[in-house]
């Protein structure tokens, strides 16, 4: 899988934008503030819907101007596939081969993205919600039965929360409760059973890029108690009833879950420092990266945001010797050109951008 051509307008700088990127590896030079890291935010935009810098999706269309586009080339699964998105302050159009779609996600199945940046960290030091967001936009991607109970699960969720906030009796919130036992237990085991399935992947990329740190555990914890079946969520949802109408919304359930890794030689309770939090977010993206191939037959897309900065000199020639192995599309921003030892048996593309335009360079 990789893009053949991307346009942009009217995005932050990008004005008017055309790249015709190599299908490996494609590095984005320039200076702070020329527009590097807007390309890939266009790229996560047409695949997630939403800028991995995070802010307001109106804050991306260009000052003065009413509406983004974003038109990609896609090749994959031996086709080619147009993707078109289009963002105006209040509304959304996507189209697919020049057809209108009715959601945003039958676009972003197409275009599945991976983005390792300066704000990754949160994987590990921010709260669950982005490490939910890890396991769910996999499942999004490779497990088919995943969007059906996850669609319904939200449902339930938004009803029994207004339910909470009103005047009712608890037959209201039965008929809710049940279906968000019965899609809360499906959505724990496929979340389960996703990282289960990226154990070996995982173990194998923290010894590549952790080995001073022991072997790798991971950790899954529900949203509720030790009875992790339906009925377990349902009793737990019956339970915490007062305190959920005292507070106004549900305080147990799926959307509760939440999961973490530890290193045999790092102290449970002893914080990663931000270089070993960067490293671990980097070994769970690139494992991730590979599960998705193993299971999909072909690659995302890989952007790296910075990299150099994020990252010491071992550790980037080690990123650039994996990627440099894998049939993977990449694109990576930096401020200066890489060392002579950095570039070594990297095969690439070189860009530079500047003021918002781009050229390939020799």
């Known amino acids: 899988m990789h893009l053949v051509s991307l346009t942009v ?26 527009g590097k890291t807007s390309i890939l935010e266009a ?84 709260g669950a919600e982005h490490r939910r967001r890890f396991l769910d936009w996999a499942l999004f991607h490779v497990e088919p039965s995943f969007i059906t109970p996850w669609r319904r699960y939200q449902r339930a969720l938004k009803q029994r929360n207004r339910i909470l906030k009103q005047d009712h009796t608890d037959v209201d919130l039965e008929v809710w409760e049940i279906e968000l036992a019965e899609q809360g237990a499906r959505l724990d085991g496929l979340r389960r059973d996703y990282l289960e399935a990226l154990r070996p992947q995982l173990i194998a990329m923290a010894e590549r890029f952790l080995p001073e740190m022991g072997s790798l555990q991971i950790h899954y914890q529900p949203g509720w108690g030790e009875n992790i079946d339906a009925p377990g969520l349902l009793e737990a949802l019956k339970k915490a009833r007062e305190r959920d109408r005292f507070l106004g919304h549900s305080t147990v359930g799926a959307h509760r879950s939440d999961w973490s890794v530890g290193f045999s030689r790092i102290p449970e309770r002893e914080m990663f420092s931000r270089g070993q939090e960067k490293l671990t977010v980097l070994a769970l993206l690139l494992a991730q990266t590979e599960h998705f191939a193993s299971v999909r037959g072909e690659w995302p897309l890989l952007l790296l945001d910075d990299l150099p900065s994020e990252l010491d000199p071992k550790h980037l020639q080690d990123t ?16 200066q050109a890489l060392t002579e030892p950095e570039r070594t048996r990297v095969p690439s593309r070189w860009f530079h951008v500047e003021q918002g335009k781009v050229r390939a360079l020799v």
């Open 43 to 126: 790229i996560h935009l047409l695949a997630c819907g939403r800028s991995f810098r995070g802010g307001q999706n109106e804050a991306l269309i260009q000052r003065g101007q009413n509406t983004l586009r974003v038109v990609a080339r896609l090749h994959s699964e031996g086709l080619e596939r147009i993707l078109g998105l289009e963002r105006s302050p209040r509304t959304w159009k996507a189209k697919l081969d020049g057809e209108n779609v009715e959601r945003l996600s039958e676009l972003f199945l197409r275009l599945p993205v991976v983005c390792f940046e300066p704000d990754s960290h949160v994987l590990i030091s921010g």
């Open 320 to 335: 650039l010797n994996w990627l440099a192995q894998q049939p993977a599309q990449a694109f990576v921003t930096l401020t």
């Open 9 to 34: 307008e009217h995005l932050r700088c990008l004005e008017a934008l055309a790249l015709e990127p190599a299908a490996g590896i494609n590095f984005l030079l320039g200076d702070n503030g020329a």
